[in-house]
Each structure stands twice: as C-alpha cells, then as structure tokens.
C-alpha cells in the first residue's frame, strides 16, 4: 500500500521539527488551510485525508479495520514510520483528537506534544459524565444519516458550525459532508459516535493541550473540563469561539493558543 496515495500526504516547510494536523468527521485537511500555513516557516507540517475523506484511495477503506478508532490511529503511526518523522507535535481535531490520543499510546516514542482541538472522549451520557448526548439522541442521529445523507448533511452541519451568522461555514461543512462517500460516512460516523475512549485518558503522559470552545454543541464545556482533570499536567484553553470548528471559525485564536503551548 503507497502511504502517501492512500491518504493523501501533503508536506510544506523544511524544519526538522514537526506539525501533523488530522481533520474531523466529514472533512479533509482542507480545513486546516487557515491554520497550517502560520507554522510552515518554522515546521514542517504534514497533512493528510483520512481515509474515506478528501483525496484519499476509498480502495483502502477496510471496515474491519476502521470499525475502531484504532485503525485510524495505525494509518498515522505508519505515515510517521514511513516519513521517519518523530518528536511529532499533533494536532487533532474533534474524533481526531483521540485517534491522536492513541497513537501517542501506541508509539510513544512518535510524539512530542498532543493539541487537542474540540475533542471528546465519548459523546454519551453515562451516570456522572456528561457527553452532550443520551444514548437513544446518537441512534436517532445515526438512523437518520442511515436513511438520508444529505438530508442529515444538510440538518446536521450548521448545529456542529454554530456561528449562525456566518452561513458561510456551514455550507463548507455541508458541502463536506456531502463529498464523502455515503457508505464510508455512516461507517465512520459510527465509529465515532459510538467509541468510548474515556479510560484512555488517565494513561496520555505527552504534554497536552485542550482547546475547548465556550459554545460546542458537539462537544460541550463539561467535557473539556472531564479530559483536563483525566489528562495528567494538561494545559485547559477555553475559547472564546463557538461552535465546533475554531480551525475554520476563529483560525487566529486557534492559532494564537497553540503558539502560545508551544513557545
């Protein structure tokens, strides 16, 4: 398998230090274009599509594998092995976040830092954690993507934008959506929703930053403040961004936090 054709490797800059931005459900490394370009001077970033995403090989897309965030998080650990990268600064955004969170647990020795950009753990209830969503709210969710892609595509990205006025973005998001394969979409869309990564997050010991936005629908405030107490030394930013995507909504206070973890 070419590494770079299947997920669409895209590499600025010539330092020896380095950034690696992964995107979200139902987008592509497009969306980082407002933010990836203010590091290229001093790293050298690394992009890419997840599979299924953006220019990705869809041959590559194995539903066994990608039935768990797991196989997402090998998909990074071998474009790193194949790059020779190490002392990785990631950043994740959203379901990212925590494919990023288990690469750094996988191979440890890949990673320097971790950003994690609106990030949960799991988006479920369960007694005292608070996720967003009760568990029959996320199979209605799924159910409907089931049975109406667009349909939900269109519904469902200017909830997770917010920034209602800036329709702009949502109609990005929507249009996001939208180019993905529907058949690899629900899959993954389920695989994200459903994951419950939470116990993962006593054991990160990579220096960690959590950007939480003060508006998140998707993942609400009670959840960033839940990783901050789980993830031993790591940093807390609360944005004043809303919505779900400050990559795309706010990039300079995006921008502005990770310099600031990283100088």
Not at 50 to 65: E, M
Request: charged share 20%; proline share 5%.
């Amino acid at each position: 398998m070419n590494v770079v054709r299947r997920n669409n490797i895209a590499i600025k800059g010539t330092s020896s230090q380095v950034m690696m931005f992964a995107h979200g459900f139902g987008c592509d490394q497009n969306m980082w274009r407002y933010v990836a370009p203010a590091f290229e001077d001093n790293y050298k970033t690394v992009l890419f599509d997840q599979v299924g995403a953006g220019g990705s090989d869809l041959s590559a897309f194995i539903p066994q594998k990608y039935e768990k965030l797991e196989g997402y998080a090998d998909d990074i650990i071998e474009i790193a092995t194949m790059l020779q990268l190490s002392e990785i600064i990631f950043v994740g955004h959203s379901v990212s976040a925590l494919i990023g969170i288990i690469a750094s647990q996988k191979a440890p020795a890949l990673f320097k830092s971790l950003v994690l950009v609106a990030p949960s753990p799991s988006y479920i209830n369960e007694g005292n954690y608070i996720g967003g969503f009760t568990k029959p709210q996320i199979e209605e969710l799924l159910e409907t993507m089931d049975n109406n892609h667009l349909g939900w595509s269109a519904a469902m990205a200017p909830v997770i934008m917010g920034n209602q006025d800036r329709k702009e973005l949502a109609e990005e998001l929507t249009n996001s959506f939208c180019r993905m394969d529907p058949t690899i979409a629900k899959h993954f869309a389920r695989t994200t929703f459903l994951s419950d990564k939470r116990e993962l997050l006593s054991y990160v010991n990579t220096p960690s930053l959590i950007l939480q936005c003060s508006d998140d629908v998707i993942a609400p405030q009670a959840v960033g403040k839940y990783m901050h107490q789980q993830i031993k030394g790591s940093k807390l930013i609360l944005m004043k961004a809303i919505g779900h995507c400050p990559n795309l909504s706010a990039p300079e206070e995006t921008i502005n936090a990770i310099t600031q973890f990283l100088s």
